[in-house]
Every structure is written in structure tokens, then in C-alpha cells.
């Protein structure tokens, strides 16, 4: 009977394709919004995640998010050094500066001073040039989103040259990097530059990129750090959560994307519960008839729990296709950032089985309480 | 087909329908109506029985009451031996699934199933395999003159091409009792009249009752007896195949 109650459902194209399009509206409208959502929350922890070296990020105690720069004392680096467990421990200079190009023009740019003889904290994919370079007078390697930004159309091209802070900087190389919050340039360089690039300052240490020594989990150490300096001492993993809660917390961002999700949820949920319930309506006689035949109350709700199921699995796949596409799409062509992790298909997939089951709610209500006499009514 | 689990309660075995004293009431307090007054009716095996009578008489209520889709208010239903009254929501839904056949007066067909598939629904409601299921339909509907018609939708058929699809759905099951609902109103007279031949020879055997609810008199022809119906009461019970307004009923002596 189940494939009975799908010919039904298919058979009145109208209505099929009308709830497909309520389930389908709902599906995209979720998937595209939270995976959206999650590509600006991934952008806020884009630097945390292009580090890779460091397990410890030590800063100041009351840095909240790793855009909140409080600088340390050079000295602090000691300090977390001598901390025992610690097995190295550099610096990192993170800051913003403007350049002035060669054209005269001035750019923001998300400046990273990397420790210079060690260089952590260095990209990992080079497009054009090489690490080593940074080492050279003036030195420094720009992220390939930035370098399309400021230089627009223009072939790479090693060697021009833009002024920060009245000091001269030579591109040495062209990396990949993800994108930023802010979506600024990002230039990195060595520490003992970058100090010279930023505006003067007391203190410029941003932070302190340490490793435990073998045996211990950054967890661990970063407790005894935080112990013996007074210092925020947070492993990888913790800072990029505590990141991403200030973005939840703090900002309007999740309450906005909430609000689309919620409409998408209850206008899909309107559509496809509406035109399911007029699918019954129309077909009530036909369950009538049935019904008398001797179909069981209890196969009747299956044949429709199976269309409702039927819609639900096709709206949600095609859903599903058509954000996937859309995050394909503005990646190629846009700067949105869209990030779709297994959790938003699970998200998605739990809130169209609940858009389905409150659309088969009231159509199983009304053919439930059908009296099978019906059919002999005129 | 038959309910086997379910005994035989009635002394009179050639007895396919056995109503006493049936009443049926709609609505409550002062908006109660009456729509059946006490109705006595008997129908053999093999019988082919129409009720007649104006609108509202009572005949669809029943015609319903005795296919076991409506519960009287009062008075004792057994039929094809078992008293539907004693049976429990589920077991009246298994036997209407296992031992009736409706005909319906808008044919009921489900527009979206081809007219095979559409004959094979009793048999998919019984929970036979799709494939045989289809086949054994296919065979009826050959039997019925619809061979060439087997893969059409409802919408691509004729009225009468329709309501033999209809008394093919009707019986493939091979049910005991078959209740027909004004199986020609919506048929012009010559079709009317294929679909009650269909019925009279394909459908009324030995171990089958036929009930057909009718206005129609041109086919009061093909009936056994003739129960007329008015105001909730059967008036008059005629045999043979036409019915004489004049008869006056027992009753009035």
C-alpha cells in the first residue's frame, strides 16, 4: 500500500511538486543560512587555523577573541619559557597597519610578525616565492586574496614594493591563506620588522605560540603557564572555541542568521503543511473508498507518513543540491564565506523530518477520523 | 478470503444478511434524526436484492450498517454469520477487507493508479506481492472485456469502461457479500445496463449476496427482490424483477 500512497502523491503533479517546493524552500533556506553562518564563524578563527605549529596560545588574561589584542612585555616570552613542560616558545606580532602603495593609494592590512629565526607561524601553501625569502631586507609575503585586492586583474609579480609606517616592504612571496573577518590583505613578515611597520608602541608582543614538550597535552601545560605567569594560556582548541563563543555571545550575528533559519523553517513547514493537507482534502474519498475496502487505520497513516517521507527525503535532497551548488557558486565568484559541515546536513535533515511530520499531522488527524461511510454519500 | 477465526453465529446458514430490528439515529438532544425506524431484512446467498426509495429514505445508511462501515444505534446485524456488533473496531475492518466488495455511485477509482492497478487494490489491501497481485487483476479485468484497457488511467477511460474497472475491484477478491451503490447513476441507459448484466452474471453466485441501492427503475429487471424503503422503514418486499407501486405491503393488510 505504501507504493499505492506514493502513486497517489505523485500522480497529482500540482500538489507533489507544491509540497516538494515547500520542503525544498525550507531545506535551502536552512542549509545556505547556517552554512553561511558557520563560513563567517570559521573567517573569525581563520588565524588561529593558519598557524599550525603551535599548540599554546598564551595572551594577556583578559583577551577574549583573537582579534583582541592586548600586547604583552617582550619579556613575558621568558617567562613562558621557563615554565616547566614548555618545550619552545616564540613570538607573534598581530596587529593592523595601512600601507601606502606605490600608486599612492593607502590599504589596511592584518600584519603577522613571525618569530624571526624559527618563522612558526608561517602559511603553508606558497603560491609564488618562497619562506626563506622573509629573511631578506624588507621582506614580506602577502596572501593571494590581498594581492587581488589591492592589484586587481594584475599578473603576480615578485618585487613591488609599499610603505608601512614610513618602512619600505618588498613582496618575497604570494601564499594561500583563509579568509579573515575583516577581510583585509594579510602580510606576514618577521617579528623584529613587523615591530617597525606597526605604529610605536610601549608593549607589541600579541601573543606567545608555545608547544609542550613530548608527553604533555598542551591542556596540561598551558594550566602550568597560566599558573606560574598569570598569563591566558589556551590550547589551539580552546582559543578557537572561545573565539568563536564571543562571536555568539557578543555580537548580533547568530541572532540575525537565527531569525532567517527559524523563517525558512516555519514558511517551509506553512507551505508544504497547507498543500499536504489539501492533497488529503482532495483525495479524501479516495481514502474513503479505501478505508471501507479494509484498509487498517494503521496502514492509512503509513501510506501518508510514507508521502510525507517522500517529500521530506527529495525536498531535503534537492535542498540540500541547490545550497551546496549556491556555496559552490559564491565561492568561485563572490567573497562570501559558506562553510557546510556534516552538523548543518544533520541540522537541516532533523528540521525537514519535523517540517514533514508537522505537514502529515493535521492529514493524518483528518483521514483518521474519516468515517469509511463516507464513499456512500452522494 | 473468508474469516476463518471467526465463528458462525447465526442458525440460518443460507442466510447471507440477517438485520432485526435495526435503528440508526444522527445527531443528539432535539437535533437528533431518525434515519432508520426498525428495519427487518433478510438476504440469501445467491440473491441479487435492490433497495429502492426516495432520497433519504435510508437505504445508504443500511446499505452502510450491513458492509459494516457504520454502527446502528440499535437492533442485532449479522451477516455472512457474524454478528458485526460483537466485533471489534479492528476485526470489522478485516472483515470488510477479507469478505465485501463495494461498487461505488462516483466509482472511487484512484486517478493516479492504471485501471489493473486500480482492480488489484483489494488484493494490495490483503497484503498480496505487488506483481501477483496485478496479475490476478489483469485477468479479471480480461474477463470483464477490459483487456486492451489495462494500462489506462481512470481519466482515459469511459464511464462504463470505468465502473468495470470498478465491479472488477469489487471482486477480485472473490468477496461473500457485494454492496452496490447506484452502480448506474452516473451511466447513460445502455451502459447502465452492461454494468448490471456484468453484475448479475459475474458477481451473483451461490455463495454471494449482491445488495444495489438504486433510483434507477430501468434495472429493476435484474433483481431478485425488490425492498422499498421510506421514511427509515421498509415498506414493501416484491420478487421477481419488476416492481408494482400498486403492491400494497403486508402490513397494511
Known amino acids: 500500500m505504501i507504493w499505492v500512497a506514493w502513486k497517489m502523491l505523485i500522480g497529482n503533479r500540482a500538489k507533489y511538486l507544491g509540497i516538494i517546493f515547500g520542503v525544498v524552500f525550507a531545506s535551502l533556506l536552512i542549509a545556505q543560512q547556517s552554512s553561511i553562518f558557520c563560513g563567517l ?8 587555523l593558519d598557524v599550525p605549529g603551535a599548540s599554546i596560545w598564551v595572551m594577556d588574561e583578559n583577551v577574549q577573541f583573537v582579534d583582541d589584542i592586548k600586547p604583552l612585555a617582550d619579556t613575558e616570552l621568558f617567562r613562558v619559557k621557563g615554565v616547566p613542560g614548555v618545550g619552545w616558545a616564540v613570538r607573534l606580532y598581530k596587529g593592523i597597519a595601512r600601507a601606502r602603495l606605490e600608486e ?11 618569530d624571526d629565526a624559527t618563522l612558526v607561524g608561517a602559511p603553508e601553501h606558497v603560491v609564488m616565492g618562497s619562506i626563506a625569502d622573509l629573511r631578506k631586507p624588507d621582506g614580506v609575503i602577502i596572501d593571494e586574496a590581498g594581492y587581488k585586492r589591492i592589484w586587481p586583474g594584475e599578473a603576480y609579480q615578485l618585487g613591488r614594493v609599499f610603505e608601512m609606517n614610513d618602512h619600505r616592504a618588498v613582496i618575497v612571496g604570494i601564499t594561500k591563506a583563509r579568509k579573515t573577518f575583516q577581510s583585509f590583505p ?5 617579528y623584529s620588522q613587523a615591530v617597525r611597520f606597526a605604529p610605536p608602541e610601549r608593549k607589541v608582543l600579541s601573543f606567545v605560540l608555545a608547544n609542550p614538550k613530548d608527553g604533555l597535552t598542551p591542556e596540561e601545560v598551558g594550566l602550568r603557564i597560566e599558573a606560574e605567569t598569570g598569563l591566558q594560556a589556551l590550547s589551539r582548541q580552546e582559543f ?8 555568539l555571545e557578543k555580537t548580533g550575528i547568530p541572532v540575525n542568521f537565527g531569525i532567517t533559519v527559524l523563517l525558512g523553517f516555519f514558511v517551509g513547514t506553512a507551505i508544504a503543511g497547507q498543500t499536504f493537507y489539501l492533497f488529503t482534502v482532495e483525495n479524501i474519498r479516495q481514502f474513503g473508498a479505501l478505508k471501507a475496502m479494509g484498509t487498517s487505520n494503521r496502514t492509512i497513516l503509513l501510506m501518508v507518513l510514507s508521502q510525507a517521507l517522500h517529500v521530506g527525503v ?14 559552490w557558486w559564491s565561492g568561485q565568484t563572490t567573497r562570501l564565506s559558506f562553510f557546510m559541515p556534516w552538523q548543518i546536513l544533520a541540522l537541516t535533515g532533523a528540521a525537514v523530518f519535523l517540517i514533514v511530520l508537522a505537514a502529515s499531522v493535521l492529514s493524518i488527524r483528518k483521514v483518521f477520523v474519516l468515517d469509511p461511510a463516507v464513499v456512500f454519500r452522494g | 478470503m ?5 465463528q458462525p453465529s447465526t442458525p440460518e446458514n443460507t442466510l447471507a444478511v440477517r438485520v432485526r430490528g435495526v435503528k440508526k439515529a444522527f445527531g443528539k438532544g432535539d437535533a437528533t434524526t431518525l434515519a432508520l425506524r426498525g428495519i427487518d431484512l433478510d438476504v440469501p446467498y445467491g440473491e441479487l436484492l435492490m433497495l429502492i426509495g426516495p432520497s433519504g429514505c435510508g437505504k445508504t445508511t443500511l446499505v452502510s450498517i450491513v458492509a459494516g462501515t457504520l454502527e446502528p444505534t ?7 454469520g457474524h454478528d458485526l456488533l460483537a466485533m471489534s473496531n479492528r476485526r470489522i475492518v478485516r472483515f470488510r477487507r477479507e469478505n465485501v466488495g463495494f461498487i461505488f455511485q462516483a466509482f472511487n477509482l484512484l486517478p493516479a493508479l492504471t485501471a489493473v492497478e486500480n482492480a488489484a487494490v483489494p488484493l494490495l489491501i490483503a497484503g498480496w506481492r505487488r506483481k501477483h497481485a496485478v496479475e490476478v487483476a489483469a485477468d479479471f479485468l480480461e474477463k470483464l472485456g477490459l483487456g486492451d484497457r489495462l494500462t489506462n488511467l481512470p481519466s482515459e477511460l469511459s464511464g462504463g469502461q470505468q465502473q468495470r474497472v470498478a465491479i472488477a475491484r469489487a471482486l477480485v477478491h472473490e468477496p461473500r457479500l457485494l454492496v452496490c451503490d447506484e452502480p448506474t447513476s452516473a451511466l447513460d441507459a445502455a451502459n447502465g445496463h452492461v454494468t448490471m448484466e456484468l453484475i448479475q452474471n459475474v458477481a451473483v453466485q451461490a455463495n454471494r449476496a449482491v445488495i444495489v441501492v438504486t ?6 429487471s435484474f433483481a431478485d427482490r425488490i425492498a422499498a424503503m421510506e421514511d427509515g422503514h421498509i415498506q414493501r418486499v416484491q420478487h421477481g424483477g419488476t416492481f408494482d407501486e400498486n403492491v400494497p405491503h403486508p402490513k397494511d393488510g
Open chain 1, 240 to 247: 578557537l572555541w572561545k573565539t568563536i563563543r564571543y562571536y
Open chain 1, 104 to 114: 599612492g593609494m593607502y590599504e589596511q592590512m592584518i600584519l603577522l610578525g613571525l
Open chain 1, 186 to 190: 594579510i602580510i606576514y613578515t618577521r
Open chain 2, 74 to 80: 440499535e437492533g442485532d446485524v449479522h451477516v455472512l
Open chain 2, 2 to 6: 473468508s474469516d476463518q477465526s471467526v
Open chain 2, 215 to 220: 433510483h434507477d427503475s430501468r434495472i429493476y
Open chain 1, 41 to 48: 564563524m570559521s573567517l573569525t578563527v581563520s588565524q588561529i
Open chain 1, 314 to 327: 527529495i525536498g531535503y535532497g534537492v535542498g540540500i543540491g541547490l545550497a551546496a551548488a549556491f556555496g
